[in-house]
């Protein structure tokens, strides 16, 4: 007879949660500073740039599938399916990311290029190899409704606190106006985010593997899929997942609020820099209320999830997005109306409370695609969560590389020029209208497209419930 699985306890959630902090740290420094740092510091044409990241981000939607069917099928004494690759991957990782953002000191403009793509592509790969174990991971540990909101909120607060972390170490290594423009700078980030990620990848696969080792090979009553897969079942796999109704509105919503996010992201820094004309420790000040915002909204988004779908707070959260980004619009408006401190007072709580709503973003889409996924898995009976997992990250990543590749092509196209400092008035309007009229279209798509999910709470818990009774009738 085999022991009920115990509940999670809060040793294993912060040590799973902790694993994102370098993950985090490491892939929002590239989010928020490699577009910037590819043209306004290696002097390289933003469709060039956009192009060489769309690649790259396309190919680590490709690998995830990939890399997730060979996650479910690892079989390892000491790591189980899933930590082995991360420990891989956090070592690898580390060593890529400092010579990524090290470039030799050179004009050729080809052989930068080359450069920014050949480790671009690796880094895309390591993250690959340690992002969909880590998110199948959580699936397989925390396969309960309630206890996927909690570990989703742990590892959500961790990865926000990375995602400030780049802010941070901006105002450490870039301080004062023009700061942002140090390659000596990013380098020292890198150095700190690799050290980070090594750490963080440690602590997460040897804190939850007691866990791991304490579950059994036949993980909560589902059994081994022995199928073989090729790339090409592996593809119509893909394509029979996306048929699935509350499969597909998980994928594309959180696909689209990316996008959103892509464009706050990698052309808010041009915005900040060129337009509100702040200096790289006021631009750190204000990601900083961006992200704190996220976190300190955490416990308030567990709470209210107690009480309602996640549908329905998810919606309400990309609302409160929707409401802080049209406040910052009304803030570009008036900057030439304003010194750069009065600015710094308008637009910081506006991030702050576009960062409250965020902070649902970054949890509920994960929490609710692990809830279609667990109810898939109940109902076949077999353990695939490495290539939903895939799946999902594909979607996403696909759809990111596409607008990567129309952000640097609409900076060509509205006359950003890396080589000036001063930018020109119309060109800074172009900036707003991508950033602002980018984010507020994508976030309206999405909202539109989470209003179709059609799991709710109580479905869940029925299932749950039925495979519970099954298995104490199993053990009578």
């Known amino acids: 007879m085999k022991k009920e699985k115990k509940r999670l306890g809060l040793f294993t959630k912060l040590s799973f949660g902790f694993g994102n902090l370098g993950y985090g740290a490491m892939g929002q420094t590239i989010a928020s500073f490699f577009m910037f740092f590819a ?30 069917y060979f996650s479910d099928r690892t079989r390892s004494k000491v790591f189980g399916r899933r930590l082995g690759h991360m420990l891989f991957a956090s070592v690898f990782l580390a060593i890529n990311n400092i010579v990524l953002w090290s470039p030799p000191d050179i004009e050729n403009k080809g052989f930068l290029t080359f450069w920014i793509l050949f480790f671009l592509l690796s880094q895309e790969t390591f993250n690959t190899f340690f992002a969909t174990p880590y998110a199948a991971l959580c699936i397989d540990i925390a396969p309960d409704y309630n206890d996927q909101t909690s570990m989703q909120s742990f590892k959500t607060i961790f990865n926000i606190l990375g995602m400030i972390l780049p802010s941070v170490l901006m105002s450490v290594f870039m301080p004062g106006e023009g700061g942002q423009f140090s390659k000596t700078g990013y380098r020292n980030i890198a150095f700190v985010n690799s050290a980070l990620a090594i750490l963080c990848g440690i602590v997460s696969v040897f804190g939850t593997m007691k866990r791991v080792r304490s579950m059994p090979n036949y993980q909560y009553g589902l059994q081994e899929n022995k199928e073989k897969h090729g790339f090409k079942k592996i593809l119509s796999g893909y394509i029979e997942t996306f048929k699935k109704k509350d499969f597909r509105v998980v994928m594309l919503g959180y696909s689209v609020c990316l996008i959103a996010m892509i464009f706050l992201s990698s052309v808010g820094m041009h915005l900040f820099t060129f337009c509100y004309h702040f200096s790289g420790f006021q631009i750190s000040a204000l990601m900083i209320c961006l992200f704190g915002g996220a976190i300190i909204s955490q416990p308030i988004w567990v709470n209210v999830v107690k009480k309602y779908d996640k549908k329905q707070t998810l919606i309400t959260a990309l609302c409160i997005i929707l409401f802080g980004i049209g406040l910052i619009t009304i803030t570009f408006l008036f900057r030439t109306y304003c010194s750069t401190n009065l600015m710094i007072c308008f637009v910081a709580p506006s991030l702050l409370l576009a960062g409250v709503g965020s902070g649902a973003l970054y949890s509920l889409p994960h929490s609710m695609y692990a809830d279609v996924v667990t109810m898939e898995q109940y109902k076949t009976g077999q353990n695939n969560a490495g290539r939903y997992t895939g799946y999902y990250t594909f979607t996403y990543n696909f759809s990111n590389s596409i607008a990567l590749l129309f952000v640097g092509l609409l900076l ?28 507020a279209i994508a976030l309206t798509c999405a909202i539109l497209i989470f209003s179709h999910y059609s799991l709710k709470r109580a479905d869940v818990l029925k299932v749950q419930i039925e495979a519970n009774e099954k298995k104490k009738e199993a053990k009578i």
């Open 39 to 68: 043209t306004s510091v290696l002097g390289l044409p933003g469709a060039v740039v956009g192009i060489v990241v769309a690649v790259t981000s396309l190919w680590d939607g490709l690998s995830d599938p990939i890399i997730g």
């Open 412 to 439: 060509q196209l509205v006359g950003f020029d890396s080589s000036q400092p001063v930018q020109t008035l119309e060109v800074q309007a172009g900036l707003g209208k991508i950033v602002f009229f980018g984010s």
